[in-house]
């Protein structure tokens, strides 16, 4: 699943985990070994939502909803194909299951208009810039409605890539990334083993918004516990970060501590 925002998006996995995996705050990935899709998997995926995007069209025009998809036709969608899906709720193998997700994150897409992808999962810039140029070209090809391309990235990843490099990935598709700045404060940053400091911060999304890609920064006003001089640097100084970059917007975030997390 993507961020909030990203319900109407197709979910398309181009890496494994997250390639950092070490801040003390983020519960997921831990225990995970992270790894980057090749071009024929993330092509073979692509293949296969074309694939379920054309039979869930063909099966609303044979039912007269004119190409338009709703719960009846994927009912009817599911009934067509048993060896596919099993006796959906009731008995399903485990690539029934896979099946009937895939169906529902398709059918779920083309009733928004198709037009929002996610590529999962973090930080995929950090895929060889080729790659991910191919990606997007080969994507934009196979479904010409797609508008938006969104995935999450990492500030001190987009800081090492040129502008240059990322304005052919927007040219090519890539409009939204996700960026947890978490803190401008590099003790605190560095306390949550963050992996970045505050001028990567700052040099790497402003190297995005430079390139035409929109920058949603993800903060966390609690990162710094409840001592207030450390507080209130914490906040000061994510401030001064944001005012720098100037983001196409702000997400807040609570510091929930999870018992997967390391810091817990």
């Known amino acids: 699943m993507g961020p909030v925002g990203e319900g109407e998006a197709l979910i ?7 390639p950092w995996n070490q801040c003390l705050f983020c519960p997921f990935y831990k225990g995970r070994t992270f790894s980057i899709r090749t071009l024929p998997e993330i092509e073979a995926d692509i293949a296969v939502a074309r694939r379920f995007y054309e039979a869930l069209e063909r099966t609303s025009w044979d039912m007269g909803f004119g190409g338009s998809v709703n719960t009846a036709v994927i009912d009817e969608q599911i009934k067509r194909s048993p060896g596919v899906y099993g006796k959906y709720p009731l008995e399903v193998t485990e690539a029934q299951w896979q099946a009937f997700r895939t169906l529902c994150n398709v059918a779920n897409w083309m009733t928004h208009g198709a ?3 996610f590529l999962q999962d973090a ?3 950090s895929m060889k810039p080729t790659d991910l140029l191919h990606t997007l070209h080969h994507l934009r090809k196979t479904f010409p409605s797609v508008e938006r391309v969104s995935c999450y990235a990492r500030s001190r990843t987009c800081d090492k890539l040129t502008l240059e490099e990322l304005k052919e990935l927007h040219d ?4 939204w990334c996700y960026v947890g700045i978490e803190s401008g404060c590099d003790d605190v ?19 995005l ?3 035409g890609i929109c920058v949603a920064a993800f903060v966390m006003p609690g990162l710094a ?10 906040i000061q100084e994510t401030i001064h970060v944001l005012n720098e970059i100037r983001p196409t917007e702000v997400r807040v975030r609570s510091l929930a501590v999870r018992d997967k997390s390391l810091f817990y």
């Open 12 to 18: 398309l996995r181009v890496s494994s985990n997250c």
């Open 115 to 117: 037009r929002k992808v």
């Open 123 to 125: 930080n995929a810039v």
């Open 172 to 175: 090519a598709g890539l409009s």
């Open 189 to 207: 940053l560095r306390y949550m083993k963050k992996g970045v400091s505050k001028k990567e911060h700052i040099s790497g999304c402003r190297k």
């Open 209 to 211: 918004i430079d390139a």
């Open 225 to 234: 516990g409840a001592e207030k001089s450390h507080a209130d640097r914490h």
